[in-house]
């Protein structure tokens, strides 16, 4: 914690170290795997699928076995061809709800355009949902129910503010730009449930730099990249960062690229008390969570109650 949200910062921002805090969450999550191992004789259960050959997917989906594996997880990949059907999908994803060795179900989106991935998410059962999306996790969320699954991103963004700013969250302003189903919508029940006071623009916002502007907190999750500008943020205010975006970078050499977010960092870190870089930031923290989620799911299984992993 470096700046108050609310004073003019004339120090450059804090770096939120999302690698340091997404470390921490994993150690808890190793020692309660531990526990639950000891006491209970149950390891945890992960089974990622994916669907088709996207490049994007299958190093996402590389790195949530790789480290449920470190874990000492019980973590089964299920690879299908692109031309897999939604019956033949939804028969895999039925097999793995009745696989008492799988405590959490991973559906890699996006999924081939011919599967309704409405009905995939839906056929997962919610105690298994990792990924928070199924309408049964998403009403416990927005109804603060306790036993929601909260999607991966948004849990970890929270996390992020709450070592940020601490006691401090309640009664701030915050704006989240982008109103997806995967990020924006559960930040923002998250944020509620904080008690904050929370603003969700999006694409047909009007003058949205100067809702940004309104915002002593400010996530952005809208997948373009630096659109969100310097003079856009209030003085003293933290910034998530939830975009990952590959852009060229001739100045690197021919071809090559490099990856921001959708905030332009080095503007916003002259105005913010506190910013998430790209990458380093959220990043971590969402394979963090998936690991935290599955966990959870194992503990909830045997009747135990989940220790906080934050
Ligand atoms: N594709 C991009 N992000 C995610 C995620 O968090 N979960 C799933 N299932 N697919 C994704």
Redesign the pocket.
Known sequence: MVNGPLSSAEEPAERIDGRAVAARVVDRVAAATQRLKTEAGVVPGLAVVLVGDDPA?QV?VGAKGKKATELGFHSVQHTLPTGTTEAELLELVGRLNDDLDIHGI?????LPDLIDKNRVIEAISPEKDV?G?HPINVGRLASGAGNAMV???PAGCLILLRDTLGDRLAGLDAVVIGRSN?VGKPIAQLLLGENCTVTIAHSRTRDLPSVVRSGDVVVAAVGRPEMIRGDWIKPGATVIDVGVNRVPAPERGAGKTRLVGDVAFAEAARVAAAITPVPGGVGPM?IAMLMANTLTAAYRRVGRTPPDMS
């Open positions: 997917s996402y991973l559906v890699q989106l996006p990924d999306f999607p991966c991103t995967l969402t």
